[in-house]
């Protein structure tokens, strides 16, 4: 094995490296500790699936049990979302559903390539907004716990044949909602995996963490460390850090954000995300207050006269929905294109359109802890209450609303400062002339700005 010493000569930045920590760099190489975790978490995952299929379908009424809903939306997704800036995407390492396809591999696949012509995000996107979208009329997951088993169920199948028809980790490349989201938010986070040297790759006949070797599989996700210049597709499965025999991979500390500001790698499906995420989470928060509730309610009432439930009534109202969260960001979207082509006439608008979007990056997760503020603390205080009931004592907590209103706010707030930030940032470095920087920093701002003013005003009306 390559000594610290020998990639020191080769010319390498000497990063602090989390995987010199102790025992981390041998846990990590265990044969069996992936596995295992994976395994505690598949256990975890059925028992959340059987609560969920033994529960009532609406918890609006009686008689249903919470557990399958509260794990997974009040619990699993908000601490996702909190721990995504320090951890990164950390959580595909131990993720069950991920793991379901490599379980099916090591049976049987097809092995074969993934479609070129899909190889890109689009799929992900339309699943994690329409996910979101339909919650409030379509599915309901956060209340329907069999619906959210019949979730899990379905990406679970779903990783498993493509497990079984496609090599490696496809599902996860080009199709999870969830891997999509923590892809991009990990550009944000406090930690990357990356080569120490690249001269050492470049020196490196073998490249083992391209083909794999007995030790550490194929990078899953068609990743290659010596050019990898940002956080979005490596799912930390840590098989490099196993396979190359250089010990040439590092898990460093950085400052959260770089990869926004640093990165080439910018892509339309992603741009278009950062946007819809932001008016989301935006109206959904809306429709926990009463005021935006009701104009929604008025507005839907006015275009789409429905006067009783019948199946008919109801398909057309959940359409609607859909089709108002579908205009909704690509109205966000477009607004950003619109000011982009304003501010840099005669640039090519479509990339400035998509470099300049990331600068929205911050904002979007902001807009997305804001909405799991309320949902995480609601997760915690369930924990709570069950396990003092498990002890026989009554431990019954409720959300202060007007506290979780401040907290929402400030971290709208942070998000606005940090968009703009990174906004003067990316203008700076992709402006071709000093003349291109002012008009990337008022597209951004004039955006920034809209977005900021609508959030604060939604987000100063009373919580239902
Ligand atoms: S990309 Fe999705 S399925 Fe794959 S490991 Fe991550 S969360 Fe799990
Ligand atoms: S195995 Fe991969 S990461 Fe390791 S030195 Fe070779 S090319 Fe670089
Ligand atoms: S093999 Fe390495 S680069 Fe590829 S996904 Fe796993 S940790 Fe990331």
Redesign the pocket.
Known sequence: MGSKNEVATNGNNEKYDLLDVYFFRNLIKNRFFKPAVNFFFFIFLLVVIYFGLSSEPDLRFHGGIPFATTMIWDVWHPLLAFTIIIVGRLWCFACPIGATGDWTQSVFSLNKKYPEKYRNLWIAVILFLFIFAAERHLFMFTRNPPNTAYLLLFFTALAIIMGAIYEKRSFCRYICPIGLVLGVFSMLSAVE?RCKSRKTCQDHDLKE?VIGTEAGKA???G?F?QT?ERNNQ???????VKSCSKGN?RLSPRLPGADIIKSNKKHLDEAYLVHGIIVIFLFVMGMERLQFRNIIINFVKSTLPINSITFLDLYWRNMWAVIIFLLITLGAAGLMYLSTRAALSGKNTKQKFIELSYAFIPLSLSVYLAENTFRLLKGLFYIAASIGSFFGKIWEFSPDFDTINHLQIILLIAGFVFTLWAGYLISKRTSDTENDLQPGMVAIGFVAVVYFMIGLKILTLPII
């Open positions: 995996l963490c990078c899953p996700v990743e460390p990898m490596c799912i930390m499965c840590m098989e490099c991979i």
